[in-house]
Structure formats: C-alpha cells, structure tokens
C-alpha cells in the first residue's frame, strides 16, 4: 500500500512534467520553422514567433484544458456519472450565451453612447457573463433533472442536449443583431478556439482558473463522499447543500472562465477525467489535480497537432474541432460501455 | 426519575421524547419516546410502514422531528454542524450507493472524513482507526479489491466496518440483514453485538424477530408511527402482541438453551 501523500506527489510531477513537455512541443511546431536557441538569445522573428505568438497560445490552451477537465470531474461527482461533462450538459452553452449577451449589451452601448462605452464591455465583463451563463444553466440542468431528490443522469444528459440547442439558437438570432464583421468573429470564438490573447488576458484566465481548481482541490475528500447517496454523505460529516453549492460555483467558473478564453471547447472533461481514472482510481483527492494537469497537456496537444495536421493545405481548424472529433466517438463508447448490464452502477 | 451516573447507570446517550414526524401531510411518528444507553443492543422492530426507518433518520439527524426532542449525548442532531454529529453517530444505511468503484480500503477510510480536513489526507490515527475496523469485520484480505468484486455480504461488511472506523458512540442499522443469507445474517448480528459489547450503544432495524430476539437486548415494538412496547425480548414478543401488530397468527415458544422467544408463522 503505498500512501496517498505518496501518490500524489508521483502524479504531480508527472502532470506538471507532462504539461511542460506538451507547450515546449507546441512552441516548437508551426508553419515557420524557428529555432528555441535564437528565440532565446533575441533573434527575430523567432524571437517574436516564439514568445508572443506561440508559448502564450500554448499557455491558454494549458489554461482552459486544466479548467474544462476540472470542471468535467467535479460535474461528475455531482451528477454520479461519468458522462457529465460542461459541453455536453449544456454548461458551456450556457457560458457561451452568457458571454454573448454581454457582447451584445456592449454593441447597443456603443451604438448608443460612441465607442468609449465598449471599454466597460471587453475582457472582464465577458468573462464574467460566461461564468453567470455556466451558473445559470448548471442550476437549471441539475434542477430539472431531479426527480425525488435524486439527479437522474440520463435526464440531466437529455436536458443538456435540449438546453444546448435552445442555447445556440438563441445565439444564432442574437448574431443578427451585431455588425457583420463582429458576428463573424462570434462564431469563430462560439467554435473553440485557441486563438492568439494578449499577456493580460491569459494571466487573469490563469488566475481565475487556478482559484477554481484550487477550490476544488480543497473540497476533493468532500467530493469522494457526495459521490455517495445524499443521506450516507450527510453522516459522513458533509453538509451536502452547501458543498454541492460550492461544487456548482467552481465547476460553473471554471467553465465559464474556459468559454470566455476559447469558446466551446467539448469532450474534454469527459476524454482526460476519465483516462486518468483509469490510472488512479475514484479517488477525487488523487483524480482533480491530475485530471487538471492532463487536461492541460491534452488541450495543449490537441491544439498543436490541429496546427500540424492541416499545416499541408494552409488553414487550421479551431481546436473545438479536434475535440469533438475525438470526444464524439468516445461519448458514445463510454455511454455503450456504462451501459452493459454486467457494469451495473459503475461506470 | 433515572438514576445518576453515580449510581452506577449511565445516562442515556440516546434520549428521543414525544417526536412526531410528519412527510408532507402523512403523519409517520406519533409521540415516540425511546432512550438507550451505551453498550445496549436495540433492535427496532415492526411492521413496514410502522416509522423505524424515520426513527433512525431523525436520531442521525437527516430528519428535524415536527414535535418533540431527539438528543445524542445531550446534542440535537439535526441543528449540530453535520462534522460533530457524524464523530458521534454512525449509520449503515441499507442500501449504499457507490457511484465509482472505490477499493475497500478507500470506502472504510471514509468513516474518518468527519475528522479530517480539507484534503483530507489521513493520518496515524486514521490509518490506526481504519486497520482496527477492517480486522473487526474480517476485511483484511479483501482491503484493496474494488468493492463491486465483492459478494452482497462482503459489501455489507465494508459499510460496517465504514461506520465502525468512524468511531461513533452511537451507532445505527437500517436493516442490516436485509437480503443476506443466513449465515452471513448471523455474523452481521455478531459484529452488532461485539460493538455493543464494546460500548456503544447500538441501535438497529430489524425485520426477523427470531434474529433480532436472540440478538438484542431490548426490542422496541413500532406500529403505525407508536412505541407500542419496549423491553426485554422475552418480555415483549408474546404471541398476542405479534398477532396484534404484524396481523399474523403465530406460535410462539422458546429456544430451551437461551431462554429466547421464538415465533413462527402459521400459514
């Protein structure tokens, strides 16, 4: 039996080792060839290649990877399943209007006070819609999804589904309502993309992320017991309204957070939680802070390899792409597997 | 009234006076007072629908009763923080649910949540705490299989062992043996007992009489949300009364070693 404390420390230096190793590949690669020793000693463009353009890429994409897995395991804790993830039960979506309306409030303004008023709408207010939006819809899911108390996965699942439509049609119409060039540049954040932030940015997202994680980090030996039936957890010591409460908060941020800095990017809080409970085990305390650290390496890599892939025809597809494209086929074998009879409740 | 625990009886660490509970509209307990002490084995006995699952819900304070007071150890379970009742009181519930197949070690660990912190990463003590119950329950060789490896049996031994690493003072059953066989029925009432014997006062559901008369020290009678007797086995399950309350007529005679009543149904 080797001890916890033990394990973890293992699984953190391999995370970190492997985040690392993902942003210095995907520094290294892209249609430019440069060169990490000229990079460093100032020569151009690699220089600029290297530190304005790529590494902060790679960064964001370490930044919303880590949140989107994050917020994958903690809704999976919520809704006891392991399908939950924040694109497929609509959180996102919700994140993604949230982000919009505050777009759109920010347009009117404009249209109504002159371009000052945009200053007040850019960055922060954007991101805090999307965390709103992410609350909102993570109430909503999970409230309609009770039933006697109890969350009913498939429902929840179902009501994600709807709520993702209902979602993106309404954004749809709200694109109508903004210049053209703006709405095309909607779409594309709407699409997941790891796009080129400015420093300031990609430090606040840092920032807000790692406050999240961190507080589920804290809450994870909590989180091991709300896997259990609300009454067990309840003699177990937990206050289960209030932790539940903090769960959504945290899951909803770190959600929102991720849409504001790339828009929807799916399946990755399915795909990396999921591995990484294949190694570790159930155990939240060992799976939060290894599933944020892979889900960082893994977006890092998706991103990176969409880059490389279509580098032969001149274009890169937004890395919400990639994801779906992997994370599609994997639901659905997760979703036949979970299903077998011989698997009964555990997934 | 009761004795002081200077003359040799312990206050009661269980003390339930005049609850009544209601879900809804539909009354489940009527004026109940019950009170238990420590080393005592109680079984709570009754027909389905009769309140003795609510019962045990409000003594673990999921429940706030209507009317009335429950106190463990002199504290209202279900105003105390969740942390402080749950190091003074266990439940097996009957039915666990285990989303993710935690290993054995990793569910009876559990039990030491309400004394950890944050990250709850254990221990001397818990890992002591933890030991000790999986030797109790017989668990040391199945420590780190996955629980839905486990026969039904098993499984209900990990969730005791769970409430025993808690190291409650009171500890309550909802069923423990329910759907086992009989021989692991047998052990489930053996380590019942050893708890008892150990000092906590042990409070359980029980639907065989036969079992729950050999077992228990006392039996508490419940019939549509009342206390309709309490004492000693011998004492309360006379055939009259079980005809009364299960609405059975039964035989009912003796075991000629223990001295235990025995009643069986006549069909």
Known sequence: MTSLRGRLVVLLVAGAATVLAAVAFSSAVGPQPISFQAAFSGVEPDHAILLELRFPRA???????????????ALQALLRNALAEPFVLGVSGGAALGGTLVILAATL?????????????????????????AAASAVLVFGLARIQGHPVPE??????????????????????????????????????????????????????????????VLFSGRLNLLTL??????????????????????????????????GMVGFVGLIVPHLVRRVVGPDHRLLVPTSALFGA??????????????????????????????????????????GRPQAGGFA | MSPSPALGWPEPIVDVRLVSFRYGGTPALEDVSLSARSGEFVGLVGPNGAGKSTLVRLLAGLLAPGRGRVRLAGLDPSSAPRRQVARLCALVPQEPRLTWPFTVREVVM???????????????LDHGAVEGALRACDLVHLADRRIDALSGGERRRVFFARALSQEPRVLLFDEPTAFLDLGHQVAAM????????GGLCVLAVLHDLNLAAAACDRLVVMSRGRVVADG????????????EVWEVPVWRGENARSGAPVVLPEL
């Open chain 1, 229 to 262: 039936a609300d009454e067990e957890a309840a003699s177990l010591g937990v206050d289960v309204r209030r932790t539940r409460a903090v769960i959504f908060f945290a899951a909803s941020a770190a959600t929102g957070a991720a849409v504001a800095l790339s």
């Open chain 2, 232 to 243: 000693g086995p011998a004492e309360v399950l006379t055939a009259e009364r079980v005809r």
């Open chain 2, 190 to 197: 053996r380590m019942a007992q050893a708890a008892a014997r």
């Open chain 1, 297 to 338: 390496a893994f977006l890092v890599m998706a991103d990176a390899l969409a880059r490389l892939l279509f580098l032969p025809l001149g274009t890169e597809p937004p890395v919400g792409a990639v994801t779906a494209f992997l994370g599609g086929p994997f639901f659905l074998w997760l979703l036949r597997r979970s």
């Open chain 1, 155 to 216: 429902t929840a699942l179902l009501v994600g589904v709807v709520f993702n439509a209902f979602a993106s049609g309404l954004i749809t119409v709200l694109r109508l309502l903004v210049p053209p060039e703006q709405a095309a540049r909607l779409l594309y954040w709407l699409l997941g993309t790891v796009a080129y932030q400015g420093a300031g940015t990609i430090l606040a997202g840092a920032v807000g992320v790692a406050l999240t994680l961190a507080l589920l």
């Open chain 1, 59 to 73: 960064l964001l994409a370490a930044v919303v990877g880590a949140a989107l897995a994050g917020a994958g395991v």
């Open chain 2, 110 to 124: 559990m039990g030491r949540a309400p004394r950890q912190g944050f990250l709850a990463l254990p221990g001397p």
């Open chain 1, 109 to 133: 303004a404009v249209r109504a006070f002159g371009p000052g008023a945009a200053l007040f709408f850019e960055g922060a207010p954007v991101a805090l819609g999307a965390v709103a939006g």
